[in-house]
Nanobody, 125 residues
Framework: QVQLVESGGGSVEAGGSLRLSCVASSYKNAWMAWFRQVPGKEREGVAAIYTGSAATYYADSVKNRFTISQDNAKNTVYLQMNSLKPEDTTMYYC????????????????????WGQGTQVTVSS
């Protein structure tokens, strides 16, 4: 597994922007993704990137508002969040598919084996 550390969460007003960062303890060609989870609900895949090709996937709820990107030199994956809405409020988690195993698609949490501790995003109306 790989160690992941998120940062960049905070509080903003609706329409504002935040950039989340996820620093990995090591780096290789792998799927990395951002998920979010509202208490009492399932973890939702927000955006994913394959670091080998930079292919990206997004949930419909964040398309054209969020952008996932990578900086291989810094072992870092970013999530740029623009036009934030109150419904985007929750904890955001970085994940990596490091070991392998069953695969359910880039936005399905079951295929990821390494997780960060999360960073809180709060959007006020």
């Amino acid at each position: 597994q790989v160690q992941l550390v998120e940062s960049g969460g905070g509080s903003v007003e609706a329409g504002g922007s935040l950039r989340l960062s996820c620093v990995a303890s090591s780096y290789k060609n792998a799927w990395m993704a951002w998920f979010r989870q509202v208490p009492g609900k399932e973890r939702e895949g927000v955006a994913a990137i394959y670091t080998g090709s930079a292919a990206t996937y997004y949930a419909d709820s964040v398309k054209n508002r969020f952008t996932i990107s990578q900086d291989n030199a810094k072992n870092t994956v970013y999530l740029q969040m623009n036009s934030l809405k109150p419904e985007d409020t929750t904890m955001y988690y970085c994940a990596a598919r490091w070991v392998g195993g069953a695969w359910y698609g880039p936005l399905d949490s079951r295929g990821y084996d390494s997780w960060g501790q999360g960073t809180q995003v709060t959007v006020s109306s």
